[in-house]
């Protein structure tokens, strides 16, 4: 079964590769490169196979995917949390600085209390590829500071603008013990407020050890959430943050994970 779940994983990658070449996005060579979640799962396994600290969810047993929200903490975040505490959902959140951490910072430490994930997503939302390392550097370690001071805790993740990367952003990440979680599912939902289309671009695409990106600040998100869950969990999906997707493996810095 894992050696299934492997296959399709890679013809995912493939497909995902290709279609970012074809879409002129950064560094094509690199996402060809990405490591899927099962194979981050199954190298830690080989590296060190102790069935008993497998974790839970085991997402190589079970039909797992991650949501994930860009780009806040906005005014609507406290409206998604409400729901996915009812939902009983933890999501990762790639948060954004000026007019997000530096602005809601309440919202930002429940984000945590409650249990999700927190993951960069760049002060101004610049496309890295397009800038020198100073100026990388400075994007990402002022979410790190606001994140750390705000939370108490300092992020391992982050997500390119844009899914935009290439080596030269690659070296920072690892300096600055950055994994790159790309992602398999979008709605394109800063492009339209119709919850029905969102909702449906969603289930249409998602399949399993699917990163799932959306965007709370947008009118037609929040809205189609409820059907999103409802219905994936009616198909056997299990939700993880972007780490327990790829657990036992830990997110290593520099990588690019995608589906």
């Known amino acids: 079964m894992r050696r299934r779940i492997r296959l399709r994983a890679r013809a995912g990658v493939a497909l995902a590769a290709a279609a970012a070449c074809a879409s002129a996005i950064s560094g094509c060579g690199l996402l060809d490169r990405a490591t899927t979640p099962a194979d981050a799962r199954e190298a830690a ?24 929200f860009d780009g806040g903490p906005s005014k609507p975040t406290p409206k998604l949390l409400d729901l996915l505490e009812a939902k009983k959902v933890h999501v990762t959140f790639f948060v954004q ?8 910072p309440r919202t930002l ?27 990388k550097t400075t994007e990402l370690t002022r979410v790190q500071k606001d994140v750390q001071r705000i939370t108490g805790r300092t992020p391992t993740l ?14 920072l990440m690892k300096k600055l013990g950055l994994a790159q979680v790309l992602w398999s599912v979008t709605a394109k939902d800063y492009a339209t407020t119709d919850t ?48 327990q997707l790829l657990a036992p493996a830990v997110p290593q810095p520099g990588t690019v994970y995608r589906p």
């Open 45 to 68: 396994l080989k590296s060190a196979p102790d069935t008993k600290s497998l974790p839970t969810p085991d997402c190589g047993i079970k039909k797992c995917v991650a949501l994930t």
């Open 97 to 104: 600085g000026k007019g997000h951490t530096d602005t809601y």
């Open 109 to 135: 430490r429940r984000m945590a209390r409650e249990g999700h994930e927190i993951g960069n997503h760049t002060w101004t939302h610049p496309i890295l590829t397009d800038l020198d390392t100073k100026e």
């Open 158 to 171: 982050m997500r390119p603008p844009q899914g935009r990367t290439d080596g030269e952003v690659s070296a």
């Open 196 to 243: 029905a289309l969102i909702t449906r671009r969603v289930l249409d695409r998602t399949r399993r050890d699917g990163i799932i990106l959306l965007h709370e600040r947008y009118r037609g998100t929040i809205p189609a959430v409820p059907e999103i869950i409802d219905t994936l969990r009616r198909r056997g999906y299990t939700f993880v943050t972007v780490s």
